[in-house]
T-cell receptor, first 111, second 113 residues
Framework: SQQGEEDPQALSIQEGENATMNCSYK?????LQWYRQNSGRGLVHLIL?????REKHSGRLRVTLDTSKKSSSLLITASRAADTASYFC???????????FGKGTRLSVIA | DAGVTQSPTHLIKTRGQQVTLRCSPK?????VSWYQQALGQGPQFIFQ???????QRGNFPDRFSGHQYPNYSSELNVNALLLGDSALYLC????????????FGQGTRLTVV
């Protein structure tokens, strides 16, 4: 099945720095979602952005969506050690299709 | 309000055996989806249940089957286990329209030996 692709695959930063992760996808979407996963456990939903939206904020998170380039970015500002996790983008191609996940970005925040 | 609960958390099975994983969705949710996540990979969609019927299915063999009960809880069954079935199995619940956020359980770690 088609997948989005996150870039980079791995990212290591110092605490307090900003972290930016990118996601590209292949076909038109209804919405794009970002999830976090700690140490191979369940996924936690972070933010959903719909195809008619360009930017959304939630606390220290900022997500952008460029449907013309079929890409999205997740920015985590003022990162903390607790932000260390894998981050996945997931796309929904229509209202009734399942989420399609990328392979994720592994973020390490060093205290 | 309990979130999505899955059981068991860990499981070890022998190749050729059968396994059943269970999921209780978040209160108020009517749709359950199952995903398989291999180590270092993103979750792969197995199938989705709504109104006790399999509504959509990913690229998984018939060895993978499921069920949804009237209370919306769900089971994932895998027959004739292969070593390659070792993975984290995730259950996600949502409302009928998939263009809303999904809530995931903590997963069941299945190891086939």
């Amino acid at each position: 099945s088609q997948q989005g692709e996150e870039d980079p695959q791995a990212l290591s930063i110092q605490e307090g720095e900003n972290a930016t992760m990118n996601c590209s996808y292949k076909t038109s979407i209804n919405n794009l979602q970002w999830y976090r996963q700690n140490s191979g456990r369940g996924l936690v939903h972070l933010i959903l952005i719909r195809s008619n939206e360009r930017e959304k904020h939630s606390g220290r998170l900022r997500v952008t969506l460029d449907t013309s380039k079929k890409s999205s970015s997740l920015l985590i500002t003022a990162s903390r050690a607790a932000d260390t996790a894998s981050y996945f983008c997931a796309t929904a191609y229509s209202g009734n299709t399942p989420l399609v996940f990328g392979k994720g970005t592994r973020l390490s925040v060093i205290a | 309000d309990a979130g999505v609960t899955q059981s068991p958390t860990h499981l070890i099975k022998t190749r050729g055996q059968q396994v059943t994983l269970r999921c209780s969705p978040k209160s108020g949710h009517d749709t359950v989806s199952w995903y398989q996540q291999a180590l270092g990979q993103g979750p792969q969609f197995i199938f989705q249940y709504y109104e006790e019927e399999e509504r959509q299915r990913g690229n998984f063999p018939d060895r993978f089957s499921g069920h949804q009960y009237p209370n919306y809880s769900s089971e994932l069954n895998v027959n004739a286990l292969l070593l390659g079935d070792s993975a984290l199995y995730l259950c996600a619940s949502s409302l009928v329209a998939m263009n809303t956020e999904a809530f995931f359980g903590q997963g069941t770690r299945l190891t086939v030996v």
